[in-house]
């Protein structure tokens, strides 16, 4: 038997068959062509999701269920897709029954953060846990918690929102409204704005040779590199950033316990770099000293994690 | 079918018995002698049960299980108390089967809070909900989450320190070494702590009336006691205290999206005092902001939640 996932994005739309194990056996994508109806793009998310089978030569018959991932709210328990980032048409949308009008198969939803951590917590870096937690450092930080094998979302779907987790009381604004989310201090938006800073108040520092002195160049990758080639300010910053970051992965084993924590997003491709110094001072931070741990890890599944993550939503579920 | 709570408590232990519904029909207590060897105290635990039992005329025929709720950590699944507050000779130790050396029933283990959170959401404040949280609010805050209808404790049972989730970077000392815990903010030690320091800023506040100019009379009920009474330093004593509050509950809201967020301890006997603009700030500050929403009520459970609780603990387990 094999799974289909959806993984639904601001750009385009895949779609990948996916085996019992997690392997992805099939791909393919198409345009989002958010501003359109539902409608229309949900008959578009079908017809990929058929030429997919099509193309592996499997027919529903051979599908267990479907799986959809979409940025921001679901309630997978009544089939609606409540609110996605990017698509203007797509508030409370009866997704489930909408996608069933062209295909025949049981259908589950998740958000992208908990598509992404079940995908690790079925076959990537947390695949030995019960439960687990992925975040995602990007634009702001995404949370997946899987308890039991099984994302949690919640009784209304709204939950691990773990970048919304104030972690500096009147810190630095967030965009949901509050000052001092942890996404306003440990996202990699919230790097890059303090790698401005920084280079701003120190001409002298590497950063500024790196980007030729132009603070557009600034990634979230840059005080890393400056750090690597000696320079204070970039040392600076980044010790401060995992100081960020810890807040948060300390709060989330004290209040989770997860076998794992999974970091995901570009700034984990840092590896060592951030990881080392992040277990010294979470090792220090939590409240529960003794053995077993909670390991912390560098995501493994990659690009495909949302449509792997999506199209195991059912696997727990599906008759 | 009935079955048994212990409260392990600094002071005194207390047994109950527990009918399906969590009505607690027989309950008797013994000091704690908490300075004595572990094997003692579990031999005393064990005689009290059977004296409960035997005095309500029922044998262990007639118990489901053995439920045991102690201050600290423990991991119930390997049957281990890891760490108890108070009891100097319980650290790992082996108390399923130390129990079951004299008393022949299936034994669960539980920590405090997640046994008043259990008692909460099966016959209390959070009964009709599938997903909970309770805090209490007392020297430190206590955390407890269900989830499903079950403790949740994590890996290696130390999940659900709400209280040790920082919400101030760098703010003020907490007693697990860490800076800015939500409890250094928002416990009753916390806001004592923030009243005597206001009584002393403004000598004319009515704090000082109330007390007679005796600090050590401050109790955590004071600043509302001035408040009510119209003083100003009170008021805002108050309003600072309760911001510091929905911090941490906006945060227990967007990680968890429970059905209820469940408030005890002395400070929640306020009532909408505290919970009306509670409320307020948690509306405009959840990140989710669409129906349904979690609800926050005052605990209902007293002074029994802690015997109701471990009594139960094994309701959905026990064969």
């Known amino acids: 038997m094999y799974y289909l996932g959806i993984d639904l994005g601001g750009t385009k739309i895949a ?5 019992e194990k997690g392997q992805m056996v099939s791909k393919d994508t198409i345009p989002a062509g958010k501003e359109r109806q539902y409608s229309e793009i949900v008959k578009d998310m079908a017809g990929l999701a058929l030429r997919v089978m099509d193309s592996y030569g499997v027919g529903t018959d051979d599908i267990r269920c479907l799986g959809i991932g979409s940025p921001g709210t679901v ?15 797509f508030n409370d949308v009866p997704l489930r029954q909408e ?14 953060a908990n598509c ?9 870096a947390a695949r030995d846990a019960e439960h687990s937690v992925t975040i995602t450092l990007g634009t702001g930080i995404g949370g997946g918690v899987v308890i039991g094998g099984r994302v949690y979302s919640g009784f209304n779907g709204s939950a691990s929102e773990l970048g919304h987790m104030v972690i500096m ?13 942890w996404e306003a201090h440990a996202s990699a938006t919230a790097l890059i704005r303090q ?3 920084a280079a701003k108040k120190n001409p002298s520092s590497v950063i500024n040779t790196i980007t030729g ?7 979230a990758k840059t005080s890393f590199d400056a750090a690597r080639e000696g ?5 600076k910053i980044v010790n401060k950033y995992i100081e960020y970051l810890s807040e948060g992965i300390i709060n989330i084993i004290n209040i989770f316990a997860p076998e794992v924590v999974v970091i995901g997003g570009g700034i984990s491709r840092e590896g060592e770099n951030l990881l080392s110094p992040l277990r010294k001072l979470v090792q220090k931070g939590v409240y529960f000293k003794s053995e077993p741990a909670t390991q912390i890890k560098a995501a493994q599944m990659g690009n495909d994690a949302g449509i792997i993550g999506a199209a195991m939503l059912g696997r727990n579920t599906a008759g």
């Open 15 to 19: 779609a990948g068959l996916v085996d």
């Open 99 to 112: 996608m069933q009008k062209h295909i025949d198969l049981q259908v589950e939803l998740g958000n992208d």
């Open 213 to 219: 002195g132009d603070l557009r160049k600034i990634t």
């Open 195 to 197: 790698t401005v800073h």
């Open 116 to 124: 992404a951590a079940l995908a690790e917590s079925i076959c990537g």
């Open 231 to 235: 320079d204070e300010t970039g040392r």
């Open 75 to 89: 309630n997978n328990e009544k089939g609606v897709l409540i609110y996605a980032n990017n698509f203007p048409h």
């Open 169 to 181: 009381h009147e810190g630095d604004e967030c965009t949901c409204g509050r000052r001092g989310c």
